[in-house]
């Protein structure tokens, strides 16, 4: 059972920028798929990035391509969501998630194991 734990999130201004980990419980966590989604209020899950389980491909939603960098450092079980030029359409709490052997799909439904979130919270 891998165990997800995001953090990093808070209150920024418009224009700043955050960085949210997620870190693993699972040893062979290179071995995963992993993918950030965010739910603002009233709205649905949405897919931000992932990265595949080899590291040598990543996906972002058009909303946040050129803003958001999604990146892995296996040696310490961490997944990263560097997140510049933040806008208050991208208040919402972050969801990172897992999937074994993952290409790194935008489908929600493909992720095994997820964390408990990290709210950000952009103001104009």
């Known amino acids: 059972q891998v165990q997800l734990v995001e953090s990093g999130g808070g209150l920024v201004q418009a224009g700043g920028s955050l960085r949210l980990s997620c870190a693993a419980s699972e040893r062979t966590f290179s071995t995963y798929a992993v993918a950030w989604f965010r739910q603002a209020p009233g709205r649905g899950r949405e897919f931000v990035a992932a990265v595949n389980w080899a590291g040598d491909s990543t996906s972002y939603t058009g909303s946040v391509k050129g803003r958001f960098t999604i990146s892995r450092d296996n040696a310490k079980n961490t997944v990263y969501l560097q997140m510049n030029s933040l806008k208050p359409e991208d208040t919402a709490t972050y969801y990172c998630?897992?999937?074994?052997w993952g290409i790194g799909s935008m489908n929600p439904g493909q992720y095994n194991y997820w964390g408990r979130g990290t709210q950000v919270t952009v103001s104009s």
């Open positions: 998630a897992a999937a074994l």
